[in-house]
């Protein structure tokens, strides 16, 4: 339906952008999902939320408004997504490996539901994933699971290791959905190709606590052939106004 946004900036309450939103049940999740989505055609964004934030995030935080121009001269359409983080990884009273196993059914719901989905709206080809801080991850993993279907990867101040989120477990599941221990391991030769195809932008400050580790990934994939942009930014560099900033020089390719 159509969405019309009805918040002003000053009262901090929602996007004055106009987009639509829609949503269904999903089996592979066994609850509705939501989605936000504004413009008429271009790339197609999926943009994550933070730690437990839902379809309506971006909109609140204004990065419609940010992006405005993308998406009205037809540059860029964005997809606003909802998770399933409460039943995933921050359901602490299932253990880590059934918590994976949830995150990858929401990677099934992504492929098989709501990038097709996407496409019948806007059948652009390009596809951007896009996450600041725990969306960082999402953004992150999901495009390099799948990389012959997501184009370029906007990683900001993101962890890239799940392994803090297992208390240091790892099994089939908790390594698929890692990103820190299956490029490492990586040996299909279509994958990799496919990643060097991908422009994969990876922003961090340097005062944040993940530094080192955004420094550690970035050279993960580089030994595996597999380029990308490592954008050091000053200070903490891990909220909101920071990210608009990076969206709006990243969201086109690294500079």
């Not at 999740?29 to 934030?53: C, I």
């Not at 918590?99 to 951007?128: K, M, S």
């Not at 030769?189 to 400050?205: P, T, V």
Request: glycine share 10%; with cysteine.
């Amino acid at each position: 339906r159509r969405d019309r946004g009805t918040g002003r900036r000053g009262d901090r309450v929602s996007t004055r952008v106009r987009g639509h939103h829609h949503s269904w049940y999903s089996a592979l999740v066994q609850r509705h999902m939501h989605v936000r989505w504004f413009g008429h055609g271009g790339a197609r964004l999926l943009a994550f939320p933070t730690t437990m934030g839902d379809h309506n995030e971006w909109p609140n935080r204004y990065m419609p408004d940010v992006l405005h121009e993308h998406i009205h001269k037809g540059w860029l359409q964005l997809w606003c997504l909802g998770t399933n983080h409460d039943a995933s990884w921050y359901d602490k009273s299932v253990h880590p490996g059934e918590r994976a196993w949830r995150h990858l059914q929401f990677d099934r719901y992504l492929t098989d539901e709501l990038l097709p989905f996407t496409h019948h709206v806007n059948g652009n080809p390009y596809v951007i994933a896009a996450g600041a801080s725990f969306g960082a991850f999402h953004a992150m993993s999901f495009g390099l699971r799948h990389p012959t279907r997501v184009n370029r990867i906007i990683g900001m101040s993101g962890t890239y290791d799940i392994r803090g989120m297992t208390q240091e477990y790892s099994d089939g599941n908790v390594y698929a959905c890692n990103p820190f221990e299956f490029i490492p391991n990586e040996w299909e030769q279509w994958r990799l190709d496919a990643m060097r195809r991908q422009d994969i932008i990876i922003a961090i400050g340097k005062g944040d606590p993940h530094y080192q580790q955004n420094l550690d990934f970035s050279g993960m994939l580089w030994r595996k052939g597999v380029g990308n942009a490592l954008r050091e930014w000053e200070g903490f560099a891990h909220d909101w106004p920071y990210w608009e900033q990076m969206m709006l020089r990243y969201v086109g390719g690294h500079d």
